[in-house]
């Protein structure tokens, strides 16, 4: 596509469910990353794939995160037993190669856990 | 934990004012990009200017980087009320093949 696709946008959530947030990257693009964002904060790396390289998942906060990446292309974050300290926006972007190029982000997607 | 750190942490001008923004970070990099977040949504890239560059250009935009002073600058000309968003430095670091982002600097323009 022409763009970082996610979904979806904004996502409510109970404490303790489990949630699954979604990004399409730009085709083509060989890189990967998730990062999230608290309310008024930086970026926080989460994890990074590049090719059919194992994962960088040094940034996964817990063993309730976990994400794959199918074919190369599609990326599913998954969050399982949610708490409230999970609610931040959840940042995907794409780059042509792991090194040494710009990212393109998605518009997120804001998860809210109550 | 977070390597670049902007100075200031917000800043309010006038239209037609220039606006500096100053990123420090801890360790030797790659490259250092710029980027810009409206509205606390997703981030557009504006510039990236590798380790072995000391100044690069784009339209408006003027990036200055210092390896020996681990600190870069980015100047904004003659602003605009559309450049009111949040500015955040990011660095790749030499042999980590991801980006590390700053806490970011909130412009303000006023018209």
Sequence with gaps: GAGVSQ?????????GKDVE?????????TALYWYRQSL???LEFLIYFQGNSAPDKSGLPSDRFSAERTGGSVS???IQRTQQEDSAVYLCASSLSGSGYGYTFGSGTRLTVV | SQQGEEDPQALSIQEGENATMNCSYKTSI????WYRQNSGRGLVHLILI?????EKHS?????????????????ITASRAADTASYFCATEGTGFQKLVFGTGTRLLVSP
């Design chain 2, 59 to 75: 339209g408006r935009l003027r990036v200055t980087l210092d390896t020996s002073k681990k600190s870069s600058s980015l100047l």
């Design chain 1, 7 to 15: 979904s979806p946008s904004n996502k409510v959530t109970e404490k």
């Design chain 1, 21 to 29: 947030l979604r990004c399409d990257p730009i085709s083509g693009h």
């Design chain 1, 76 to 78: 599913t974050l998954t």
């Design chain 1, 40 to 42: 008024g904060q930086g």
């Design chain 2, 30 to 33: 790659n490259n250092l990009q």
């Design chain 2, 50 to 54: 590798r380790s072995n560059e000391r």
